[in-house]
């Protein structure tokens, strides 16, 4: 029977006929839908498409900057959209006809036939483009992206001073970079850090340096005239921050907007070149500039990610020249994410793919993380490689250029990296500091692992080096000489060197010679301190009397050689235990015990006061250079 909705007396049928649904009564009739009308005649609806979709595609190259070029996925993409707009315009212009799903489809195919074959065309080429691009088939040629030589450790990674060595990892320079703008009022409330820092060799030390960016879109407003005034510069060594002013602003950079966003700036002079991340470089001159690595495919369409030459744009006048052959002040021009994955190609496939999955002879892999290091004038990225039936050891490490790829692999089977740090934190563990990732260095022909040491504030505190093949052989100090000394004793207290090799100079020390041009006294915790300056110089160099009792009768003019630590802060220098005096005419000497004496650039002679020879020049009106020549000590 038919059922009814009993509503207390209320009568539905009242509002439309709406009742309980009794099929007896008559079902309104469908209305017949009538086909939209046309707009003009054909060619009057193609302008119009094709209008419509030139508006759409200039809006999206322009704000998505797709690549036109076969081996970018953008491209298809894009390619897609346009056709995708030129069908639904065809449509809303022509009007549909027909019903459901193969009426429309037919509609479709009718009215955009070369837009459905470009679309048909979009997916062979993708699916050709992917299989000729296939790891599982193309392996051997994954395996070749990354050309390796073998090298020998002892021989060819020599001992460099510490003054190439980079101290402080990113985060750390971020911390001083925001510390060092926060002191410059006219800065902070008007533009932040960018936060990539390069690591680059500028002028012989390995810096660290970022371009400035506008706080916010109206302060980018208020201030693009001008452009960014500066960037910053952290000394990987010394640890200090600096905010270079230029003279005129930079007005291409990663922070801009509109035609002067850098990427836009790129895609608009070079549309068909794909391009990895721009990096922020100086030259030697202090000009800022971004280089940009020309990114190609070299297996299939769309695999084998590599390198081509880079364009470098000028930061300020957005001037841009692309090079195949990079200058060699350019010193990022290959990521180091990139190295380490053509290196996992060669790794895993130079036995073949089904040697990678079943066997797994020779199979090797990068380990996790990597750091720099300044070799020359150039930055080389290092990481440890394992093997992949391993857990806590690595059987070598690569170097790779990072302006040329050239790559260097060392077998030193030894401790990893996580497991060097796990061994120096374990040496501090009652400061909490945290290690960073570690460099492999030569010390005394033993591959060490050198990491820095930081506490809760993201600053250095102390630095540690452990030993790669021994890693229970660790040794920590608040400077890296004290470090470095501690290790060298430490490694002969193994055996591991002679003990003639465990004394050696603090590689952080320097030397200068010169004339004396200013001296002040001062006494600091009961010590009598001497502070001069050299002629030419602004730095004051520190001696204490107690160490050094030829500080009491150092006069202006007196040529001295000085050996002294680097890396000290606040403009004084404290100079070494070694200070050369030479007498300057009309200037004669006093009596000097127990310290070395010598004419500059002569080797000094030490003696005690006991031990004071006879023949020791006497304070008299003699001029220096007689006193000096007929009383030698011998």
């Not at 070079?270 to 991340?277: G, K, L, S, V, W």
């Not at 010590?527 to 030419?536: I, Q």
Request: glycine residues 10%.
């Amino acid at each position: 029977m038919p059922f009814s909705f009993d509503f207390g007396g209320f009568d539905p049928s009242a509002f439309g006929g709406f009742s309980g649904g009794d099929a007896s009564q008559p079902q309104r009739p469908k209305r017949e839908r009538k086909p939209r009308k046309a707009i003009g005649n054909a060619f009057t609806r193609t302008l119009i498409n094709l209008g419509v979709t030139l508006l759409f595609g200039l809006g999206y190259f322009y704000f998505e900057l797709p690549a036109l070029n076969f081996h970018a996925e953008e491209f298809y993409v894009f390619v897609f959209l346009l056709c995708a707009v030129y069908c639904v315009c065809a449509v809303l212009t022509s009007g549909f006809q027909g019903e459901g799903v193969k009426g429309y489809f037919g509609f479709v195919k009718k009215q955009c036939t070369i837009p459905f074959l470009v679309l048909v065309a979009l997916i062979a080429a993708i699916i050709i483009g992917g299989l000729t691009s296939w790891v599982v088939i193309r392996a051997g040629s994954y395996s070749k992206l990354l050309s390796i030589k073998d090298g020998d450790f002892a021989s060819e990674v020599e001992e460099i001073s510490y003054n190439q060595i980079p101290m402080l990892d990113e985060d750390s320079a971020a911390r001083l970079g925001s510390r060092k703008l926060g002191e410059l009022a006219d800065m902070v409330s008007q533009f932040e850090i960018l936060p990539s820092y390069t690591q680059i060799n500028y002028q012989g030390r390995p810096v660290r340096v970022t371009s400035l960016a506008y706080g916010d879109l109206v302060k980018w407003f208020t201030n693009r005239s001008a452009g960014l005034p500066a960037y910053l510069i952290i000394d990987m060594v010394t640890q200090e921050a600096e905010v270079v002013r230029l003279d005129e602003g930079m007005k291409y950079t990663t922070a801009e907007h509109f035609g002067r966003y850098l990427p836009r700036h790129l895609r608009f002079h070079y549309p068909t070149y794909m391009f990895a991340d721009p990096v922020f470089e100086i030259n030697e001159e202090g000009e800022p500039y971004w280089v940009c690595p020309r990114m190609v495919k070299t297996i299939g369409l769309f695999g084998g990610t590599d390198i081509q030459g880079a364009v470098l744009v000028n930061a300020v006048t957005g001037e841009s020249q692309y090079y195949e052959e990079v200058p060699n002040w350019v010193d990022h021009v290959y990521d180091a994410n990139l190295i380490m994955e053509q290196y996992d190609y060669y790794g895993m496939y130079h036995n073949g793919f089904i040697n990678s999955i079943f066997g797994q002879r020779d199979v090797t892999h990068t380990t996790e993380g990597y750091n720099y290091i300044a070799i020359g004038d150039d930055v080389y990225m290092y990481t440890g490689v394992t093997s992949v039936t391993s857990d806590q050891s690595n059987i070598g490490f690569i170097l790779s250029n990072q302006r040329t790829k050239e790559t260097h692999f060392y077998s030193v089977a030894g401790a990893t990296e996580a497991s060097a740090q796990a061994s120096a934190m374990s040496q501090v563990q009652q400061m909490r500091y945290v290690a960073t990732f570690p460099l492999l260095l030569n010390i005394a022909d033993q591959p060490t692992y050198f990491m820095s040491l930081k506490g809760e504030d993201g600053l250095v505190k102390m630095y540690a080096m452990v030993n790669v093949q021994q890693y229970n052989i660790v040794e920590t100090g608040s400077t890296v000489a004290e470090c470095e000394a501690n290790y060298r004793r430490a490694l002969a207290d193994s055996g591991l060197i002679s003990d003639g090799d465990a004394e050696a100079v603090p590689s952080d020390q320097e030397e200068i010679s010169g004339a004396i041009a200013e001296i002040r006294t001062a006494v600091l915790d009961g010590d009598s301190y001497y502070f001069f300056r050299l002629e030419g110089g602004e730095v004051f160099y520190a001696i204490n009397a107690a160490e050094n009792p030829v500080a009491v009768i150092l006069n202006v003019g007196d040529q001295v050689d000085v050996l002294y630590r680097t890396g000290e802060s606040g403009g004084i220098l404290n100079a070494g235990d070694q200070v050369t005096i030479a007498y300057t005419a009309g200037e004669g000497g006093g009596i000097l015990s127990g310290t070395s004496v010598a004419r500059a650039g002569e080797t000094p002679v030490t003696f005690t006061p006991e031990e004071a020879p006879a023949d020791a020049p006497a304070e008299t009106g003699q001029p220096a250079e007689d006193a000096a020549s007929s009383n030698q000590p011998t």
